[in-house]
């Protein structure tokens, strides 16, 4: 039970996992369709049952996992066990507070975990190097981040200077409200320079934040394809298949179970 549940390199594996996302995209559907006044009135009583029993089933995994690992406080307080008992709350909660309902869709972050029997190896490495690419650039964005504050925060003072509260630049902090989404581009128009002087420093702002989007750039690191296998004692996941001790904890692996690979000798 165990192998099928948390790893994904067997036939039963992968099966189990494309069964969970059909559950939980239709669960999603089902909370997304119920929230449109004209469909959700004429079949409250159907999403009403669709909705428990997907709570139920839910539930029934969450508990098949707690069952399963040798450790299921670890589990209840990883990552991936936080997210499972979130999609539970929202159902049993709504029973005393109607409104939190509409947060059932925090199930969808349940496909990062499921997204692996795809086998988009290739994707999969693309995210590892993203992440270590931002790992290694985090000191480069903190002084990114905090150039930017300082530069919006300059030029929306600048911007009250120039404008005025006649030309709807009422205070700073509104100011730097306005100067945030034109250096990002984004340009909302609930406020806008009147003088020619603002709009030259506007535009030269649309310029340097064209600029500033090479800024947080990092380093590619080449990472070995993953795989699914997870170490029963402190349910870590990605193991080499010829390991035979995870390198961490010393916990003795069992042997590698994919179906599409030669056994390690």
């Not at 239709?26 to 119920?34: F, K, N, P, T, W």
């Not at 693309?126 to 030029?155: H, P, T």
């Not at 911007?159 to 989404?181: H, K």
Request: aromatic share 12%; glycine share 6%.
């Amino acid at each position: 039970m165990y192998t099928v549940i948390f790893e994904a390199d067997t036939r039963a594996g992968q099966w189990f996992d494309r069964g969970l996302i059909v559950v939980i995209l239709a669960s999603i559907a089902i909370v997304l369709l119920d929230s449109v006044d004209t469909i959700g009135t004429r079949h409250q009583v159907l999403f009403n049952v669709l909705e428990w029993i997907f709570a139920l089933l839910f539930t029934l995994e969450y508990l098949a996992r707690m069952v399963c690992v040798r450790q299921p406080l670890r589990y209840a307080l990883s990552f991936y066990g936080v997210i499972d008992l979130l999609a539970l709350l929202p159902t049993y909660l709504a029973l005393l507070v109607p409104e939190i309902h509409a947060l059932i869709d925090v199930r969808v972050l349940r496909l990062l975990r499921v997204f692996r029997i795809f086998e988009f190896t290739a994707y999969v490495v693309e995210y590892q190097s993203l992440v270590n690419a931002l790992r290694s650039s985090r000191r480069k964005i903190a002084v990114f981040l905090a150039a930017f504050c300082m530069i919006v925060l300059v030029m929306g003072t600048l911007m009250y200077v120039v404008e005025g509260p006649a030309n709807g630049f009422t205070s700073i902090p509104l100011s730097v409200y306005w100067a945030i989404p034109t250096m990002t581009t984004v340009g909302f128009g609930d406020i806008t320079p009147k003088t020619d002087l603002g709009r030259l420093i506007a535009s030269l702002m649309m310029l340097l934040g064209w600029g500033t989007l090479a800024v947080p750039t990092g380093r590619r690191y080449m990472v070995p394809a993953p795989t699914t296998r997870t170490c029963h004692q402190c349910l870590t996941e990605g193991h080499s298949p010829e390991a035979v001790y995870y390198m961490h904890c010393g916990t003795f692996l069992p042997e590698y179970l994919h179906e599409n690979m030669q056994k390690p000798r």
